[in-house]
């Protein structure tokens, strides 16, 4: 019952190129995150969104940006890649709640994407 | 955004010790303490959490405690078994409507000992 699905697991592109990584979820959830993980550093936030056209920098957006049209549906876009982000990209969702309610904050990732850039 | 220090970075125990991984955070408003767990070559999962009105809580061999005075929260895994070698990482957050940004500590890898 995969909840988080992300488009492509592997990825290999060249420099310049554009990428695109898709991620979907069904849990109705209205927030998404992309994060970047690579090892020793852990996991980076690029960009967030809390709904339907609305978009957050986290801490890296460099080089990257983000689109979500529909709520289920976060994409993360590299205008033109580079090797420095030859990385392991999860994406991830969590629904809005408040304090104490049922599954408020706990995000749901996807199985992630190695994208390695030459 | 918040400040996350996760400590230490790598931890091996013989199998059947004891583990404790904490986590250091800078926002005093933060009221949700969160541990994922990341199995190799597997995406994270949430394992155990804490909100800021209870100091402790358990789910069999783990528990997560939380110090808000000191802005530290720690995971505690007894009787250590090979599968739960992984790497844990904390998130502490505000828990309130629409998402903030989250910041996760750099992660610790644990490694059991058969």
């Known amino acids: 019952d995969v909840k988080v699905t992300q488009s492509s697991r592997y990825l290999v592109k060249r420099t310049g190129e554009k990428v695109f990584l898709e991620c979907v979820q069904d849990?109705?959830?209205?927030?998404m995150f992309w994060y970047r993980q690579d090892p020793g550093l852990g996991l980076r936030l690029i960009y967030f969104?809390?709904?339907?056209?609305?978009?957050e920098k986290g801490d890296i957006p460099e080089g990257y940006s983000v689109s979500r049209e529909k709520k289920e549906r976060f994409s993360l876009i590299l205008e033109s890649a580079s090797t420095n982000q030859t990385s392991m990209y999860l994406c991830a969702s969590s629904p809005t709640g408040w304090q104490g309610s049922p599954g408020a904050n706990v995000l749901t990732f996807g199985a992630g994407s190695r994208l390695t850039v030459l | 955004g918040e400040n996350v220090e996760q400590h230490p970075s790598t931890l091996s125990v013989q199998e059947g010790d004891s583990a404790v991984i904490k986590c250091t955070y800078s926002?005093?408003?933060?009221?949700?303490f969160p541990w994922y767990k990341q199995e190799l070559g597997k995406r994270p999962q949430l394992i155990i959490d804490i909100r800021s009105n209870v100091g402790e809580k358990k789910d069999q061999r783990i528990a997560v405690t939380l110090n808000k005075t000191a802005k530290h929260f720690s995971l505690h895994i007894t009787e250590t078994q090979p599968e739960d070698s992984a790497v844990y990482f904390c998130a502490p957050q505000i828990s309130s409507g629409s998402a903030r940004q989250l910041t996760f500590g750099s992660g610790t890898q644990l490694t059991v000992l058969p």
């Open positions: 969104s809390y709904d339907v056209k609305m978009k």
């Open positions: 849990m109705d959830h209205e927030n």
């Open positions: 926002d005093s408003a933060s009221n949700y």
